[in-house]
């Protein structure tokens, strides 16, 4: 019984691990929404993979402070990194409303 007690916690932490990562939605009035969507890049992904999947960004800001964060504008949206991973994508308000 007391290898079931240590085996179930081990078990249910796996299965959480495995469950599909989802994106939240950060709605402000007035304010960009940060988003994650299979057509922009995603949370996580390296600079080079953005570079590979979305091209050349229209203009690419130098990166600030510490931990270094930089930006990288698209037509639609701006792409934030910590270093060379992206932490963010936000969409711009007067696109987001005409989708």
Not at 43 to 67: I, N, Q
Request: hydrophobic fraction near 40%; charged fraction near 25%; glycine fraction near 8%.
């Amino acid at each position: 019984m007391s290898i079931l007690r240590g085996f179930l916690p081990c078990l249910l932490a796996l299965g959480l691990i495995t469950l599909p990562v989802s994106a939240d939605v950060l709605l402000i009035d007035g304010e960009p929404r940060v988003v994650e969507r299979a057509d922009q890049p995603t949370r996580g992904m390296h600079e080079r993979t953005v570079l590979s999947r979305f091209g050349e960004p229209g203009t690419r800001h130098d990166a600030v402070g510490e931990p270094p964060i930089s930006r990288w504008d698209y037509n639609d949206y701006s792409v934030f990194f910590e270093g060379p991973f992206v932490i963010h994508t936000v969409v711009r308000k007067e696109v987001s409303e005409s989708r």
